[in-house]
């Protein structure tokens, strides 16, 4: 195995056990300072990150990823107000979970304690690599960062000054590393540096998910890739209906929880789709729909949807459209193509509701509401690093808690077992 | 990959999602009904039993081995008795973990739910076979079994008592299968069935949780290899310490949290070895010990330490000694060469227990108790399916909540994401 991987995974796990120790506020104090050190260094992080730029263009990266890598001054200092704000959610490690007096009077504590090293590996947004830190750091971890190479000379500028911001606080910098081989080599070594890393999350597409799923021996949290369907059944309400899909497919296309696949009862197919027909006019949403309905689509372009289209996910705008008999062959569409993210029913009947959630398999289920909720902000953890499409350890948007594991603290005084 | 997997985990699938729907009573009576059909059908079992210990016989296995395989009709109404117990437990399914009101009026809320399928590979114990089905069957989780070939025949018997019983109860069979196919293929693409498998528990050695690691792509819970280490510093309580240390070492070998080394201070070495020579006189118990402290002991057999001791998992009546110059170099030692499972200061110092509590990485660390507690009768949890010693989504002691999940339901009346 490659030395660097490891002495990044020993470094990290020696720095982990300075972490596991501060206190919440420290740990806040030294996360203001690091906020404050993006800020100053912010011309040095735009350089870098022009130097980034340059190369894109000379690739003939895709101007929407190009985009994605950019960093200007203002989101420099959005990632700055955002390490703040992770300085003020409340710290985990260190609740109870759980305090029992057992009968033979030991006392059995289960309290939260930081993973370790987590490791992530992710694609080509600069922002991320604060980002993760942050959240790393705040839930006591040390944290080893992989980022795309696209990206690789904004995320050292970035890991950089963090880790001086480290250093001045009188703490290891080795609280956060970088990667900085890209080799694909590196990055398997390090899905495997089962003796270091505590746990694994990839941040990216479904091709990035799939190589660390066959490649990894340390435990992963997968997330991310979202089929999401919205269903209407026969005693939808059609504006709600209309409302919720189009924002579920326009609202942010390239999100995981954006809408990609609509199903709809034959009663309501055509009703839905002639006003459907009339809202995505404005957006270039392009429609896959089944033969009997591509008919009711008069202003975008359209296709006959394919088997294919069942099971993508388009991270654009683009919607597969099918009819379903019933509620049972909406589920079973469902469990059959979805990626285990967000699913909605659109429905008046209670009875359909409670069955769609039950039966539906997949981290959030909705009812009458928009599956773009699916967000650590919008559920009230304050801040997430990923949605956890897997159901091991956390499912969903994952705040500071899915980063913390739990150990039992057990108070004897001399108890042997009979 | 082999259509026998395959079929296996589609039947697992399609089950688990008539499991997830049936209610508390409505588990408790199967579990009620298949243990009174194991009963009903001993002599059956015994009889299968017999040909496993036939053959072991033959293949010249070890006697301990032999013993752990062998049936009686004491203990096949142990097994009975077990899976009536776990009808008493408290069921976790549909259980709030949270539930809110979101400013803009959603109803977030997140419930407990069952995995789905839980495979379970162990070794020639064919207790396990009926104990994981119960425990799976009362967290709503559809089963595949993968026991050692040494038990197959036994294996065979039990699970299909079990589904004869889940047939008469009007249920499908698929609810718990086993996978008939000894070959290593069969096994490694159970492994590697992550269409089907939602959470793979190895139970067994070290060598069998090695080979899960390096081969699975399903998510794994690490169970139950225990290098678990007594460290006694200055300030001991030496009666104590000789108590905890002789039950964790003695008690039971050959389980997980048994005693396989103790760490001493130069202060306390000579008085704890001595001690332990008179206690450990008794049992066969082998030392291993650093030079200076062979002297102590005159009684049993005795060994000077090699480096590879102190990461020895003996699972037997032989235990590693070594002096540490301090509770740093202790705790050093031990998250050095411990399998992250139960570790145990014995101390007398304040400040010493909360360190040593709140620096060594294991699942359970004590103060003044002995490690053979680190069990989920034990600490209250009524059964296990194992003990976790990583520290994604459960460590140490594994009850019925540690085989569910999580599901965010979201309640809205057409709230979309502005």
Redesign the interface.
Known sequence: MSTLVQQLGKQAQVAS?VL??LTTQQKNEILMQAADALLEHCDEILEANAQDLERAKQNDMPKPLQDRLMLTKARVEAIAKGMQEVAQLEDPVGQFVKM?K?PNG?Y?M?KRVP??VIAVIYEARPNVTADVFALCFKSGNATILKGGKDAASSNLAIVNVLQQALRQAGLTEHAVQLLEDNSREASRELMRC?EYV??LIPRGGAGLIRSV??TA?V???ETGTGNCHVFVDDTA?LD?AA??I???KT?RVGVCNAVESLLVTPSVAKAVCQRLDQEFAQFPVKIHAEQELLEYFQQNPKFLATPEDWGTEYLDYEISIKVVDDLDEAIAHI?RYNTRHSECIITQDFSNAEQF???V??????????T???DGH???LGAEIGIST????A???MGLQALT?????????????P
């Open positions: 056990r596991a120790k029992e057992r030991l059995i289960q993973f370790g089962h505590d746990v799923i066959e021996t435990p992963v949290i309400d709600m409302s919720i189009v924002n579920g609202q469990n959630l039950d039966e398999d997949a981290a959030a289920v909705y009812v009458n509401a928009s773009r909720f699916t919008e559920f009230g897997q159901k091991l350890h499912r969903g948007p594991t739990t150990k039992f603290v057990i108070y004897g005084n001399g108890q042997v077992r």
